[in-house]
């Protein structure tokens, strides 16, 4: 679904006139902190990574949304589910990363639930968490998902979390 409502916001699709807040959130030190790569360091790594969600939607009509307070213009964060490869199996991603001034207000579990209830039954949901990522976890876990295994991925240990 490109739009979704939840009980506190807006989640839509992403567009290309998002560029701005997906830089500016994944570019911030403080969101990336478990982030083996590190942030986001320039504009253009920020538009191929939007350029990546956008296509998503237009090839596989599924994707990352942008999340807003209802009624409010600016961006809190990104979420939603993509289509990946995980060992072979196409799965889908589950991903949530949200500005530090909208940290715990319980935005990302709320964006969860709303991911798991669009992608029921259309695949194997995971969450694939850097061992550290404690405040991660407990997102995944409170949306009812579960520990299943740890695999290395990007250079570090990660543990795959499945609904």
Known sequence: MEVVQTARMVLSRVVAEDL???HEIHSDPRTSVYNPSGPVT????????????LADWDERGIGYWA????GEPAVLGFGGLRRAML???????LYYRFRPS??????????AEAALRVGKGLGTVVAVIRDVNEPS???AERVGMHRDRTIPYGGVPSDVYVA
């Open 20 to 22: 701005d807040s997906v």
């Open 42 to 53: 320039d504009l253009e790594s920020s538009r191929a990574m939007l350029d990546l969600w």
């Open 67 to 70: 999340a807003r307070l209802t």
């Open 87 to 93: 060992d072979g199996h196409e799965v889908l991603n």
């Open 102 to 111: 909208a940290w715990g207000h319980g935005y990302a579990v709320e964006l």
């Open 137 to 139: 976890r407990k997102v």
